[in-house]
């Protein structure tokens, strides 16, 4: 079984930053197809951000582009997300999320992709 964990939410005021980061354990990290997701009060998870194995081609959700930034280091176990020019549009539960490199023909945007999943942090951005 896989434990994903978040850590480093908070509270910023619009323009501010957070940084996020996540570990995964109970699999070999680099086999692990991870990924951010988010989900405000009201709405359905959303995906925000995913890259492949070695922290290359990242992929972004329209509405983070050029904000948020992802990152992985698989020698650390860590999955990290880097969120700049905070809106409070970005305010939500943020998710890290992971399934086996295993799994072929999964779309990486569509949360039912992911087996593993953290508790979420909360991202609360004020006007």
């Known amino acids: 079984q896989v434990q994903v964990a978040e850590s480093g939410g908070g509270l910023r005021q619009a323009g501010g930053s957070l940084r996020l980061s996540c570990t995964a354990s109970?699999?070999?990290?680099?086999?692990?197809?991870m990924a951010w997701f988010r989900q405000a009060p009201g709405n359905e998870r959303e995906f925000v951000a995913t890259?492949?194995?070695?922290?290359?081609?990242?992929t972004y959700a329209d509405s983070v582009k050029g904000r948020f930034t992802i990152s992985r280091d698989n020698y650390k176990g860590t999955l990290t997300l880097q969120m700049n020019s905070l809106k409070p549009d970005d305010t939500a539960v943020y998710y890290c999320?992971?399934?086996?490199?295993?799994?072929?023909?999964?779309?990486?945007?569509?949360?039912?992709?992911?087996?593993?999943w953290g508790q979420g942090t909360q991202v609360t951005v004020s006007s």
């Open positions: 999320a992971a399934f086996s490199d295993r799994k072929t023909g999964a779309d990486y945007s569509d949360p039912k992709s992911y087996d593993y």
């Open positions: 109970g699999r070999t990290f680099s086999r692990l197809v």
């Open positions: 890259c492949n194995w070695l922290g290359y081609n990242p």
